[in-house]
């Protein structure tokens, strides 16, 4: 009882303080860059707001392959910013396990992007997928040039992106299956 009373405690804290920090600190100009990109026959802003196409990025995954996210146009993408040492962030992986079972087959992919730079031991990433059993793509941020520009300032973030590749939500906390199902099935 005790423990589910601390954790809340810190999830809220851990929240509070994101969104503090947030607020109060100068805001940095990545929300969108001035480049466009057609969608249909219609020049869609490149940005990190819900309607903009999807920043496009290239990191390497815990086995050293390199992902690129323009790759996966076609298919619904739920972009994930975490980290090992999150709360939330382990709260919500067994939820995204269960998830990428049934979003294979539904034309979904989950790439996890760790921000690599926030861990106190980059040994732990292998650790903690092997012990969660993860088997989406875990991609590594190992400069926080991606995390910085996706606004990924609490964690974890979310981006539900469109099979157009156009951002369709931004979800901030930690995300439950079934929450996972209502926004993909929600987009194109």
Avoid at 14 to 20: A, D, N, T, V, Y
Avoid at 110 to 135: H, Q, R, W
Wanted: hydrophobic residues 35%; charged residues 20%.
């Amino acid at each position: 009882m005790y423990k589910k009373i601390i954790v809340i405690i810190g999830l809220v804290g851990l929240i509070g303080w994101g969104i503090l920090d947030y607020t109060s600190s100068p805001k940095k100009a990545v929300t969108t860059t001035q480049e466009t990109h057609s969608v249909n026959n219609k020049s869609i802003e490149i940005g990190v707001m819900e309607g903009q196409k999807a920043p496009d990025f290239q990191l390497q995954n815990i086995k050293g392959k390199e992902m690129k996210l323009s790759e996966l146009e076609g298919k619904k993408v739920i972009v994930n910013f975490w980290a090992t040492w999150c709360p939330p962030c382990k709260a919500e992986m067994p939820h995204m396990q269960k998830y990428y079972h049934t979003a294979e087959r539904n034309n979904v992919e989950i790439l996890a992007v760790n921000l690599t730079t926030s861990e106190k031991n980059v040994n732990n990433i292998g650790e903690f997928v092997k012990n969660y059993g993860l088997t989406f793509p875990i991609l590594l941020d190992q400069h926080g040039k991606i995390g910085e520009n996706y606004q990924a300032y609490t964690i974890p973030t979310s981006y539900i992106i469109d099979t157009k590749g156009v951002i369709r939500k931004k979800i901030i906390g930690p995300m439950d299956k079934e929450m996972m199902t209502e926004l993909i099935s929600s987009i194109d």
